[in-house]
């Protein structure tokens, strides 16, 4: 039996990756080890995603932790050469675009072992995020290209990887929004007692992005953003990420954020809950990859609050705006969407709860 070692590390991967696993286990063919990088660690940036998402505990853990991204890279680098040798797979499985992705490809390859990229072809074609670093190594690298919409294809044609290497097979993260929305749907009247929202009349935040977050200027912008918002927002929900709530504290931001009373700043909250809010929503602010995508994929309106995008089909097909930092259109989008009124979308091609299906049955044909 062939075998395949599938790489989790950071809170975007687990969506991805347990609809993989889950359907390549199925397909009998393969045997299959899990491995966790340990990239996040906190309970609710990656245990509460085993639960949430039925998926097996890790057979393999990594242990890595925060660290630059030199060090994190290296640690992962280090700790992964060790682990492939031990284990010996036939091909390793990584997704997206985060730092233990870019080390396991550049083990993976030198190792000479077969590997495959989970949301392949994404470019933002901006080189100061790490992500993007991170997504052109990981495709440069890979025998088995997935890519999740049409810029995938482009932009992988466009860097000259090889035709066969390239399977456009749809949006495993959307796979995991199917099959889940249904139990989160059951507790969204419990969420909306314990933060005191309502239906379609809140606005959920997510920003965590360095180039938001760890400039004290710009993050100062987001909360007087915030506040600009407090005037025809009923609620404004922001589950903040680790990265965000240190430099809140660190740049004395904190004080103000709790004199916004519209504004509950809450810990991260695990995949079903997230999932929940994102489909009451009437709208929601993010600077998130992922994010604009299950937006699209819920029909939720999203306000990206990022200069350009990675996954452009949500803009083109979906219900993403990017406006960038542009806060008087951010406010008045925001106005217009609680309004209810946002423009036409459909969901893309192949974002249809099938694709990891097609990603098992390509390797049991290929592999
Ligand atoms: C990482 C990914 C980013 C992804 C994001 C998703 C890279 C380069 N970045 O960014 O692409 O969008 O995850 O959430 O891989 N921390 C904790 N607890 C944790 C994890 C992190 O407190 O469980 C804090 C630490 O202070 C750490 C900081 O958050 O230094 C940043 O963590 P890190 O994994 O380096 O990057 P993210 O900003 O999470
Ligand atoms: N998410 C979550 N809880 C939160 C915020 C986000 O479960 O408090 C989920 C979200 O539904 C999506 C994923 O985390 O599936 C997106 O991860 P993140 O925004 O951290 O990373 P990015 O997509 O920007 O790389």
Known sequence: MKRILFVVGARPNFMKVAPVLEAVKKSGKFECTLVHTGQHYDANMSDVFFRDLDMPQPDRFLGVGSGSHAEQTAKVMIEMEKLLGEEKPDLVMVAGDVNSTLATALVA??????????????????????EEINRIVADEFSDFCFVTEPSGLKNLEHEGIENKKVFFVGNTMIDSVQKYLPNARERFPQLAKKYNIEGKKYALVTLHRPSNVDDMASLSRFVELFERMEAFTPRILFPVHPRTRK??????????????????LIDPVGYLDFLALQDQAGVVLTDSGGIQEETTALGTPCITLRENTERPVTVEQGTNELLGLNFDRVLEDTRRALRGNWKSHAVPDLWDGHAAQRIAKILEERL
Do not use: V
Request: glycine share 10%.
């Open 247 to 264: 430099r809140l504290e660190e740049f004395g931001l904190a004080e103000r954020t709790a004199q916004n009373t519209t504004l509950a």
């Open 109 to 130: 390859a030198k190792g000479g072992i077969r590997l495959a990229h989970i949301e392949s072809g994404l470019r933002s074609f901006d080189r100061n995020m790490p």
